[in-house]
Structure formats: C-alpha cells, structure tokens
Antibody
C-alpha cells in the first residue's frame, strides 16, 4: 500500500522560505503515469493545488504561485520536496503531498498533511 | 474566488437524496474530466468520484457523479449521518495549464 508522509518545520518566519519533504513508501516514485503533487489548505478554507512533478523532473505550477515555488524530486531518497519563498501569513496552511494519476487524472493517494504557520 | 463554483453548503435528512453542483467553463470542465473528493474535519481529502462518474473501489454506490457541458454534479442517495463532510470538485484547466478545485461544499445531515 502506497504511503506518503510530509515533514518539515511547523513554523516559518515571514519573508523566509518554506521547505517541506514528502517521503514515499510502498511504491516507486519513478513509476510511469504518475505525477507527485503538493496541495495546500488554509485553515477553514478550500483546497489549492500548488504544483506537480514527474520523476523525470517535468513540472507544472499554479500560475498564482509560480514565481515563488520550486518542486523537486530525489529518486535516491524516494521523496519529493516543496520550496516556497518569501512567505507571508497568507501561506499559513495545511500542506498535503499526493500522487496524481495521469490517466484520467486524479489524486489517488494523499499524505496526512502538515500544518505550516507563518509567524514571527 | 475559485475557478470552479460550488455552493458553500448543502443539507438533507437521512434517507434523502442530495446533489452538489460544480460549475466551470470550457477550459476546465468543458474539456476535461471531473473528480470529486470527500474530506472529514482534520483529515486528508479522499477520492470519491473520478472521470466524471467512476467510483474507486470501496466507495458506496450511493455516491454518483455526472457531467454536462461545463457543469458537473455529485449526487448522494440514501443520505447517512456519516456522509456529513466537505466535498470538492476538481478538474484540469487548459487555459491556466493547471489543476483547479471548487471552493468546497459543506454537507450537513440534519
């Protein structure tokens, strides 16, 4: 059974960089037909797709976040990562990692999520 | 303001049938498939419907999806108290070249 687990700091200071990692177990991150994604959810609000990466390094980013986001994949460590620069309070959210199946695209596996608070 | 529009709330009594709408445009729902996710408080979303009307293994047949033009709907029949959750639609948007979610609908079982 595929499992995803987010990890990273729970608090980030304004203007600094948010960095999170998603560890993948029970499956291969280099399987064809799947992208690996980050989605976030501000407290009490809806879901927002941040971006996705293929094991080859090909990426798609949310246009509203593109200038601040980098998603990378580390196949040797079987994990992928999110970097979000110049954070503000508006970036406070639960951050989820998920697997995106490209055929009839959908998120079929999700991590449990990790809350990141932007605060000084 | 979400690209896909959902009603913020819906409600029904046990045994009733409830529908949740998701309105988009030609660049998203009009040209791509729609998925629905169910989310309980404090937990990650779970795939409920994919490719407009397909249920993953383990999802009861009380849940069904449909799509027509630039709109989609999620129907829940024989409503149960455990269906009380937030529901989100999602689709790829060709104009934005990215994935978009609806704002979510909070379903209350009265």
């Amino acid at each position: 059974q595929l499992q995803l687990q987010e990890s990273g700091p729970g608090v980030v200071k304004p203007s600094e960089t948010l960095s999170l990692t998603c560890a993948v177990s029970g499956g291969s991150i280099s399987s064809s037909g799947y992208y690996w994604a980050w989605i976030r959810q501000p407290p009490g609000k809806g879901l927002e797709w941040i971006g996705s990466i293929y094991y080859s390094g090909s990426t798609y980013y949310n246009p509203s976040l593109k200038s601040r986001v980098t998603i990378s994949v580390d196949m040797s460590r079987i994990q992928f990562s999110l970097r979000l620069t110049a954070v503000t309070a508006a970036d406070t959210a639960v951050y989820y990692c998920a697997r995106y199946r490209t055929h009839n695209g959908r998120f079929d596996y999700w991590g449990q999520g990790t809350l990141v608070t932007v605060s000084s | 303001q979400s690209v896909l529009t959902q009603p913020p709330s819906a409600s029904g009594t046990p045994g009733q049938r409830v529908t949740i709408s998701c309105s988009g445009s030609s660049s998203n729902i009009g040209s791509n498939t729609v998925n629905w996710y169910q989310q309980f408080p404090g937990t990650a979303p779970k795939l409920l419907i994919f490719t407009n009307n397909q249920r993953p293994s383990g999802v009861p047949d009380r849940f069904s999806g449909s799509k027509s033009g630039t709109s989609a709907s999620l129907a829940i029949s024989r409503l149960q108290s455990e269906d009380e959750a937030d529901y989100y639609c999602a689709a790829w948007d060709d104009r934005l070249n990215g994935l978009v979610f609806g704002g979510g609908t909070k379903l209350t079982v009265l």
